[in-house]
């Protein structure tokens, strides 16, 4: 039987919101832990099966659009229909063979109500280029394009009543470029990259909280941690909130901190903490760099529980949590932990990238980018069965955002 991979990117608007996802995925053999070789065709209608059905849609899109890879036989056939319009996007791939029945599919689709893109576009004059007039979207490949070619192919797609997606945005600064260029929407990993600062030093408000979150780490019981909470209002505040909560079930309310501490205890506290305190890192930084960052630190603690150190799973959660701190604060990682007290796991996870917990960080980013290949080196490398990798996935993203809904 031949199971799915699946893998979601946020695409942005122009002011770092979240608009949409790609639906990035690739077919593997249950049995053989390989790439199967099923058909275009097939292999996307399995894809909207397991999204449609098993996962469901609303799961990975949070409201959003999807984006969907789609080939030239499946654009001609009736499986789109499958998918709900208004929500989905058709993404045309780059070597579909443009001819009347392709530009009809696409005009057919887009009369009912479908949206209609053009991936990995590089150049005006190509085949591809005859589906500008028809497309809604034109994404820009911008590793592709040859140096000094981007400004010139932005204008000529100006010319046509489409919005522009740059794709494979990797830093800050082409973030920025393509900003200045007048794209619409923006697609690729510079959302994890920190920006160039010219200083080195941390405002004191974040430092404050960088150091509760140190003493966070390095509590033993919840009395170390009841003086902090009890004198910040806010903390308080969203303690009492989060343990009277229905995801938390209990039948009493509760009215105390000390009571509300003693009933999650200090491993729970940890967690809880850990996460406010790093959302209040995310306040100037796009909602989905917080989402990433819960969902790689849930990725990680159901990993180690199924198939790593499950005494350690907490420790996982916050090896995720914090691979993201960097891109939080703009600093360098070495210099936000020089002198914070973090568990040995933490520590050999951002740092040894010989040791079995990067191991396991790289391989929920090689998730997050599609790296397939990378994905089935550190799924055998760690002894996990790669065809249980998307259940974990799903389950992690969909966790983190419901989390950020609670934190807002």
């Avoid at 053009?118 to 809604?136: G, P």
């Avoid at 529980?305 to 907490?314: F, I, M, P, Q, V």
């Avoid at 568990?343 to 079995?356: I, M, T």
């Amino acid at each position: 039987m031949s199971e799915i991979m699946l893998a979601r990117q946020p695409i942005f608007d122009a002011h770092s919101n979240t608009v949409a996802y790609e639906i990035l995925y690739r077919s593997v053999d249950s049995q053989l832990q390989c790439a199967s070789r099923l058909g275009d065709v097939e292999l996307t209608a399995q894809v909207l099966s397991n999204v449609l059905n098993e996962m469901g849609m609303a799961s990975l899109s949070e409201q959003h659009e999807l984006f969907f890879n789609i080939s030239r036989d499946f654009l001609l056939s009736d499986y789109p229909s499958l998918l709900p319009a208004g929500q989905s996007v058709l993404e045309v791939l780059e070597d579909v063979e443009v001819d009347t029945n392709v530009i009809e599919a696409i005009q057919a689709w887009k009369n009912k109500g479908y949206t209609i893109a053009l991936d990995d576009f590089v150049s005006i004059a190509n085949d591809q280029a005859r589906l500008i007039r028809y497309a809604d979207i034109v994404k820009v490949d911008l590793l592709a394009l040859p140096e000094g070619h981007l400004e010139p192919m932005v204008k000529s797609l100006r010319q046509y009543p489409v919005k522009l997606l740059a794709e494979k945005v990797e830093t800050q600064e082409m973030y920025e470029q393509c900003k200045a260029l007048g794209f619409d929407y923006f697609q690729g990993y510079f959302i994890c990259k920190p920006k160039l600062m010219v200083s080195k030093s941390l405002p004191s408000n974040k430092l404050q909280v960088l150091q509760l979150l140190d003493r966070t780490l390095r509590a033993e019981s919840t009395t170390e941690l009841q003086f902090d909470i009890t004198h910040d209002l806010a903390l308080s505040y969203k303690l009492l909130k989060y343990i009277n909560s229905a995801a938390l079930g209990l039948r009493t309310r509760i009215d105390s901190i000390p009571h509300a501490l003693n009933m999650l205890g200090i491993k729970n506290i940890r967690l809880w903490l850990s996460i406010i305190l790093l959302s209040s890192f995310s306040q100037d930084k796009p909602p989905e760099l917080m989402i990433i960052a819960l969902s790689r630190g849930r990725f990680l603690e159901l990993w180690a529980e199924k198939y790593g150190s499950a005494t350690l799973k907490n420790d996982y959660f916050v090896l995720g949590m914090f691979s993201t701190l960097d891109a939080l604060l703009d600093q360098d990682l070495y210099a936000i932990t020089d002198n914070m007290s973090l568990p040995a796991s933490v520590s050999r996870g951002l740092f040894d990238l010989d040791s079995c917990e990067a191991s396991a960080l790289e391989l929920i980013c090689a998730i997050e980018l599609a790296a397939w290949d990378d994905v089935a080196r550190l799924a055998q490398h760690l002894d996990t069965p790669e065809n249980q990798l998307s259940a974990l996935y799903v389950e992690s993203t969909a966790w983190a955002d419901a989390r950020l809904k609670a934190l807002m």
